[in-house]
């Protein structure tokens, strides 16, 4: 949505319809002289989210199309059939987003290139009501969106904690305990990010409830849950990473880790609260978070990618499942498991000091790279 999208163009083919389309009508209306481009204006919207450009002409313009271009991120090029530029014309400096512009007259057709800035959202072309002018509304982000789209509020969950130890590891070792040492590692990291507020739902060995967590996280007008957690399974051979997103579970495996995860409800004094998620609430919530699924994934994928290529760890994948903690933060959402618990080597790994830097600063890159596509509003 916040990018140019490749339907604001016209495929070539579409183009060349239009294209034949236009030579037909230019020998059935030989007989009338060709529309003129008088000027070319700039205005801003109304909205102040972008600016109209006009392109004034003598009269009605037979046909026009969008033409796709090979740098069609940055520039929006139009033609208008039959027409000639006005030896007369007038045109105007550019106002942003529009850095620079081109008319040219080609084989009785008239082309208009504008250079684009990097902040337009989408743009458009139109006839305009009022007159003969051809209009192309070029719209940016506007101050609000610009700042929704500042990922300044970190939130980083260390999962379990206080009763709640979550998943034990053969020589002792303790989820609660591993989460939270890599959550302030990985917090110390993202601090040293200019204009990035870290926020915890623990910094302490204490029990905080799943919904709350996600409260905490909204309360402080979060733009990214990062959840921490360790896994476990009866099969002590079983290793490697996993980052999860919200969605339905579409493995065994999932659900189980997705259960587990869930299961520490348990401890909490009002567990009746999570009765509200029947399977008809799944799908709410699911919707509640959809908004912020695509960036979610794409988050995952990135933490996956690092703790492959610089941790060495065993990718097994991004995956989706229904958590509890994930579904009340209203922001883009992943629970990270980062190792297995129940595997001797995995638990010493992630127990150890230097196993839980090369975590957190695995999560760190994943966060920097995502902060910096998603402030573009690029990232697919
Ligand atoms: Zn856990």
Known sequence: MHRLTGSSYLNPCLLRMVFLSAVLCTSWFAHTARAQVTRVSFSPRSDDAGIVVRLHTSSRVQAFAEAPSSDAENSFVITLFNTRLDPLRVTAPPLDPVTSYRLREDGGHTTIRLALDGNVVETSSYRDAGSTDILIGIRTQSPVDRARWVL???????????????????????????????????????????????????????????NERGRLANEAGGKLFVSLHANSAPDRRAQGTETFFVGMHKSDAARRVMERE???????????????????????????????????????????????????????????????????????????????????????????????????????????????????????
Request: charged share 25%; hydrophobic share 40%; proline share 3%.
């Open 152 to 210: 300044d509020t970190i939130v980083i969950d260390p999962g379990h904690g206080g009763q709640d130890l979550g998943a034990r590891g053969p020589h002792g070792e303790r989820e609660k305990d591993i989460v939270l040492a890599v959550a302030k590692k990985l917090g110390a990291y993202l601090k040293q990010l200019p204009d990035v507020e870290v926020v915890f739902t623990r910094t302490t060995d204490t029990f905080v409830p799943l």
């Open 262 to 380: 869930n299961e520490v409800i348990r401890f909490e004094e009002d567990a009746s609260v999570y009765e509200q998620y029947s399977p008809g609430d799944l799908v709410r919530l699911q919707l509640a978070q959809s908004a912020y699924m695509r960036h979610s994934e794409t988050l995952a994928s990135e933490i996956q990618s690092q703790f492959r290529d610089r941790v060495g760890r065993r990718n097994r994948g991004v995956k989706q499942a229904g958590f509890y903690v994930l579904w009340s933060a209203s922001m883009p959402a992943v629970l990270v498991e980062l190792g297995f618990l129940s595997n001797s080597s995995e638990a010493r790994f992630m127990a150890s000091d230097e196993g839980q830097t090369y975590l957190a600063s695995a999560i760190f890159r994943s966060i920097r790279a995502f902060k910096e596509s998603y402030e573009k509003g690029i990232h697919d």
